[in-house]
Structure formats: structure tokens, C-alpha cells
């Protein structure tokens, strides 16, 4: 059985899993930091009203590459742009993850940033 752009369905349902995934994990990170805020601010010896800028940094990260995105994937192809910014992605998070001080953290939001669109 075929679906309506004509490939099996078999082999539509993992590119769909896999872009599920991208958007949870993106709509996830949009929202989790702030909730950890005052344990994070805590954990780098900061005022939780100092953690703003973490925020910041991957917002216009992420709204100033949305533009370039689409012509990327056409340069590049859809899903080798995808694959990197999933790894590219993960590499950010292990390094917020990791970040013993808020200028490291605003870095790796930032490689978050980069990934996200």
C-alpha cells in the first residue's frame, strides 16, 4: 500500500518517529530550563534573575537561522541538515548538562540554538 507522495507506508513510519521526536525534544528544551531555573541557579552560585540570559541566547539563536534553514536542507539535503542538528542538538544538551558556569551554559544554549530550527 502506498500513501499519497508514493512511497510505502512501512517505510514512511520511522521518518515520522523521527520527526516527532525532533519536535518534542525542541518543545522540551523551549520549556524545561524553566522550570529548573532556581535548582540550576543555584548549582552555578547565581541569582535565579541572572539565568534570563540562558533563555535569550537560544531564542535569538534559533529565530536568527529559522530564515536560513530551508534553503540549507535544499543546498545540503533534508535529512543530512536533520541528522546533524539532531546530533548538534545532543551535543548542546550533554554540554548544559555539564556547564559549571553560566558563561559556559549560555554557550551551549547557544550550540542549542544553532540545532534547533
Given at each position: 500500500?502506498?500513501?499519497n507522495?508514493?512511497?510505502?507506508?512501512?517505510?514512511?513510519?520511522?521518518?515520522?518517529?523521527?520527526?516527532?521526536?525532533?519536535f518534542?525534544?525542541?518543545?522540551?528544551?523551549a520549556t524545561?530550563?524553566?522550570t529548573?531555573?532556581p535548582?540550576?541557579?543555584?548549582?552555578?552560585g547565581?541569582?535565579?534573575?541572572?539565568m534570563?540570559?540562558?533563555v535569550?541566547?537560544?531564542?535569538?539563536?534559533?529565530?536568527?537561522?529559522?530564515?536560513a534553514?530551508?534553503?540549507?536542507?535544499?543546498?545540503f539535503?533534508?535529512?543530512r541538515?536533520?541528522?546533524?542538528a539532531?546530533?548538534?542538538?545532543?551535543?548542546?544538551?550533554v554540554?548544559?548538562?555539564l556547564?559549571?558556569?553560566?558563561q559556559f551554559?549560555?554557550m551551549?544554549?547557544?550550540?542549542?540554538?544553532?540545532a534547533?530550527?
Amino acid at each position: 500500500m502506498k500513501n499519497n507522495i508514493g512511497q510505502p507506508a512501512s517505510k514512511q513510519e520511522p521518518l515520522l518517529w523521527l520527526v516527532a521526536i525532533g519536535f518534542f525534544m525542541q518543545s522540551l528544551d523551549a520549556t524545561i530550563l524553566n522550570t529548573a531555573w532556581p535548582s540550576r541557579a543555584a548549582s552555578l552560585g547565581q541569582s535565579p534573575l541572572h539565568m534570563q540570559s540562558v533563555v535569550v541566547a537560544y531564542a535569538l539563536k534559533t529565530a536568527m537561522l529559522i530564515p536560513a534553514t530551508g534553503g540549507v536542507a535544499d543546498r545540503f539535503g533534508t535529512r543530512r541538515i536533520y541528522t546533524a542538528a539532531m546530533a548538534l542538538f545532543v551535543l548542546g544538551s550533554v554540554l548544559c548538562a555539564l556547564a559549571p558556569t553560566l558563561q559556559f551554559l549560555v554557550m551551549a544554549r547557544v550550540v542549542q540554538g544553532w540545532a534547533a530550527p
